[in-house]
């Protein structure tokens, strides 16, 4: 792996005044109608600004030619733009990933990726068939850094740096669609909340966000799903979710102690309280719940831990999957990868228990993209293309 050389998260466009502009990127169609109604506007208005934003990606509010021009003026005159999040940066992977850093309105950038051919994470759950066009994955980040504090996890190394707001989150899909030219309905598109931060910490602007993807860009929350590392409180208010993705819970370990050494958040909620939580998901046909599995060399990759997994969710009696995720380096860190052979033990060992068991493509290792590995690199890296 090539060495990380910045310690410390970068401001890319570190621009006061930009901060003060007031964004329309994230209003749903209730903000909107409320703004469109402090300019005296009719309500047909709030249709039009909204296809404009989530459906047209209009990065300009001069363009909106939608809309009358006194009142595009009106609003650039109080303040509002746009807002939609920019690529700043981006690096291509030799297998296809793409992973750019997406700028908000004070210049703080986040993680996105973008992977051809979806990750693999989603075999399994019913939904590979059809004739799309193009199919592709996104990971989106909810937060800059993380609080959580999982010791293998590359993000965990910035701390919390701040929440992101409903536009930054479901803007971060927007850009990454428009750089793509992805046709809406036609291309199948998943997305997986597995970017920098905890989901479940950043409950409400998280699940704004997917609202606005669902209800205004018309991505289907049948392909979308979010990890969390198991914030009980945050899975139960999901459960009570009229519109959701499917859920994802990074397990990591077969039982507390375990992973309390890796995951320190087991001391606030253990798995006996995470699996509780997650048992009040109610479950739509098919539905799956994920559990991810952070194979680290040596330390839960043992096939008397595949054995104890096996109990474990055997005891859980919900309809699951596991999907093995080989551990991404990340330098200082004190684990290693299991090799192949383990792995393919291990899945053996979790399918022998009667469980679906699923190996993850590493995608994008090369660039700093894959799980965990979101730090916001820019050093040592080719890059291919530059400030849009
Ligand atoms: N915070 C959420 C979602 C983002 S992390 C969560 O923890 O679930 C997404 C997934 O990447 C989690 O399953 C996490 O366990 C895994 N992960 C973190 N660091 C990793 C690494 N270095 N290698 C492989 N997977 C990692
Ligand atoms: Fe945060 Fe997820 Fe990384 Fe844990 S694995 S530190 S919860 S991003």
């Given at each position: 792996m090539m060495p990380l050389g910045r310690k410390q998260p970068v401001s890319i466009l570190d621009s006061p005044e930009a901060a003060a502009v007031q964004s329309l990127f994230g209003l749903n169609h209730q903000q909107l109608t409320t703004l469109l109604g402090e300019f005296s506007e009719p309500a047909y208005r709030v249709k039009q600004l909204s296809e404009a934003l989530y459906?047209?990606?209009?990065?300009?509010?001069?363009?909106?030619?939608?809309?009358?021009r006194n009142l595009r003026a009106a609003m650039v005159e109080r303040g509002y733009a746009v807002g939609l999040p920019r690529i700043v940066e981006s690096f291509v992977s030799i297998d296809g990933t793409e992973r750019y850093l997406i700028a908000g309105n004070d210049g703080q950038t986040v993680e996105t990726v973008w992977m051809p051919d979806g990750d693999g994470g989603e075999a399994g759950d019913g939904s590979e068939s059809g004739t799309d066009l193009r199919r592709a994955t996104i990971c989106v980040s909810s937060q800059i850094g993380c609080a959580v504090n999982c010791q293998f996890c590359l993000t965990a190394k910035l701390g919390i740096i701040r929440n992101l707001t409903a536009g930054e989150i479901a803007g971060q899909v927007v850009a990454v669609l428009k750089r793509h030219k992805v046709k809406i309905g036609k291309d199948r598109i998943n997305l997986v909340f597995m970017g920098m931060g905890e989901p479940f910490l950043n409950y409400d602007e998280f699940m704004a966000a997917v609202r606005l993807l669902v209800e205004e860009v018309g991505i289907p929350e049948s392909r979308m799903t979010v990890s969390t590392s198991g914030i009980v409180p945050g899975i139960l208010r999901f459960a009570q979710e009229p519109i959701r993705p499917k859920l994802a819970i990074s397990l990591n370990a077969p039982n507390d102690a375990a992973r309390t050494e890796i995951m320190p958040i087991t001391k606030k909620w253990n798995l006996d309280h995470v699996i509780a939580a997650v048992r009040q998901v109610p479950l739509r046909a098919k539905e799956k719940i994920t559990f991810e599995y952070v194979l680290l060399g040596g330390l839960n990759d043992r096939e008397r831990d595949a054995d104890e997994v096996g109990r474990l969710l055997r005891r859980a009696n919900v309809p699951l999957k596991v999907n093995l995720i080989v551990w991404n380096p990340g330098p200082g860190m004190p684990y290693s990868m299991s090799d192949p052979h383990t792995v393919h033990l291990f899945q053996y060992r979790l399918k022998f228990n009667n469980l679906s068991a699923y190996v993850r493509r590493p995608r994008g290792r090369d660039i700093y993209a894959a799980c965990g590995q979101l730090k916001r690199t820019t050093d040592n890296l080719v890059q291919l293309s530059g400030t849009s």
């Open positions: 459906r047209g990606w209009e990065e300009d509010l001069a363009e909106v030619s939608t809309l009358p």
